[in-house]
């Protein structure tokens, strides 16, 4: 079965700052891969997703994510963070056979002023 | 616009009720799906549907059920098997496919009082 690993649930960064959320997934085959961004009492916004065409994404609110085969990853990255990128972050893989999905524990991004 | 609405917001049950949360989207999708969030353990899948009177069990089904007789409608019943029910409730849909997001509603806090 698919699964995905996150590291470190709280991630602290410095307005202006680089933003790297890390992400490992397992899979047995070729996999889809999603992040989502969930702000405080909402659902889950998705940021971008990498379904096998290029290997760098680019999503929403200036968020990318690079998809690396050999390192079984797909880290999220921004440039500058902003006040407004406080949020909890969530990877995800797709099983190709049911349409399920398996999210990782997720990161509390914090922006410190 | 299209979208998934969940009601209520905030739900609250009594010991050895049984409650139904509601789910309805209307962007035509055909797979839908319940996820139940407690803090630090991310999304776990309760249960699924990917076609109208069908639905299968995710990681977590014991002590909740569903129907779909609808393609618009998966409402979920927490039942008073349900041990330790308190927890953020996520209703998602999408187009069947694995290389096709979710799209999530805006959630129901269930609390036991």
């Known amino acids: 079965a698919q699964s995905v690993t996150q590291l470190g649930s709280h991630v602290s960064v410095s307005e202006g700052a680089l933003v790297l959320l890390r992400c490992n997934y397992s899979s047995s085959v070729p996999p889809y891969l999603f992040w989502y961004v969930q702000y405080p009492n909402q659902g889950l916004q998705l940021l971008l997703k990498?379904?096998?065409?290029?290997?760098l994404v680019k999503g929403i609110n200036g968020f990318e994510a690079e998809f690396k085969k050999s390192e079984t990853s797909f880290h999220l990255t921004k440039p500058s963070a902003h006040m407004s990128d406080a949020a909890e972050y969530f990877c995800?893989?797709?099983?190709?056979?049911?349409?399920?999905?398996?999210f990782g524990k997720g990161n509390q991004v914090v922006v410190i002023p | 616009d299209g979208g998934i609405t969940q009601s209520p917001k905030y739900l609250f049950r009594k010991e050895g009720q049984n409650v139904t949360l509601s789910c309805e989207q209307n962007?035509?999708?055909?797979?839908m799906y319940w996820y139940r969030q407690d803090p630090g353990q991310g999304l776990r899948l309760i249960y699924y549907s990917q076609i109208v009177n069908d639905f299968q069990k995710g990681d977590i089904a014991e002590g909740y059920s569903v129907s779909r007789e609808k393609k618009e409608s998966f409402p979920l019943t927490v039942t008073s098997a349900q041990k330790n029910p308190t927890a953020f409730y996520l209703c998602?849909?999408?187009?069947?496919?694995?290389?096709?997001?979710?799209?999530f509603g805006d959630g129901t806090r269930l609390s036991i009082l």
């Open positions: 998602a849909s999408s187009i069947f496919g694995g290389n096709q997001p979710q799209h």
């Open positions: 990498y379904t096998s065409a290029a290997t």
């Open positions: 995800a893989v797709s099983d190709r056979g049911n349409n399920r999905l398996a």
């Open positions: 962007l035509n999708h055909d797979a």
